[in-house]
């Protein structure tokens, strides 16, 4: 593969918006958006019987690792790293959803308010054994930089699990423009009654950032919803066993 005339391709892939910086961070910071938020990521079908088991599935014995939750709105999973024995650092760009965090994790987490799209400089090189971000690289603008920061914070067998919107389905539900180019995306959430943004990538791309970020991919998954969201979703269960909705990756740090 020749490196430079991809670099290129990547760079000019790269979306300018004006607000290039902390996407969607007016919705998130809003209290009742948080609050709502909170209330509903706790019981619904996408978040807590699809999403988070599915995450949580991917993740060796975390007993005593090191763990960055990045984008861990609420602490719904950062909770459940503690309850496993990990010791939580969670960061999020939003002081609300800092707030739910500090109190759904009771004091056992450290938690810190933290824009993902800056140089994570709090932070000493190989600090962490895992970093875990659910539905959250999705508003970062620069994957490059992000994904160079996660691995300078991972100690060498480090890895990640992260969760996005599944390509497929952002390009066949809110674009219809060129597939290969990097989109900044507008969908309406209307159970919240608001407009929420975030860039859509190709798999391609994606997979040409971490390799060229210095990761492997260790597995890759697109989940179906638990048995119990058939039960209590039957809408929600129909559509997610039959349509990928996000996308899981584990990679982890390449040999130096
Ligand atoms: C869809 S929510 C997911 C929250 C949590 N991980 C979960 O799954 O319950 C996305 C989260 O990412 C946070 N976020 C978005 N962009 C961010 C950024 N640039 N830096 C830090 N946090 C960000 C938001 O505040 C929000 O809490």
Redesign the pocket.
Known sequence: MNKNKNKNKIKNNFFKPSEQK????DV??DREFADS?SNK?EYNSH?ALY??PAMLSMLNDIKGKKVL??????G??SSVLIDRGADVTA????GE?VRHTLEATEGKARVLQ????LPLDMFEDEEFDVVF????VH??NDWIKLFSEFNRILKQNGYIVFSTHHPFMDFSFHSDGNYFETELLTDDWPSYNVKMKFYRRSLGEIFWILKNTGFELVELSEPRPVKECGEKFPDAYNTLTRKPWFIIFKIKKSDK
């Not at 960061?91 to 939003?94: A, C, E, I, R, T």
């Not at 971000?133 to 959250?136: M, N, Y």
Request: hydrophobic residues 30%; glycine residues 6%; negative net charge.
């Open positions: 902390s996407l969607s961070f998130y910071n938020y990521a978040n999403e988070r939750d990045a984008g861990c709105g609420p719904l999973h960061v999020d760009y939003s959803m933290t824009d993902l799209n971000s659910s539905l959250t508003y970062v």
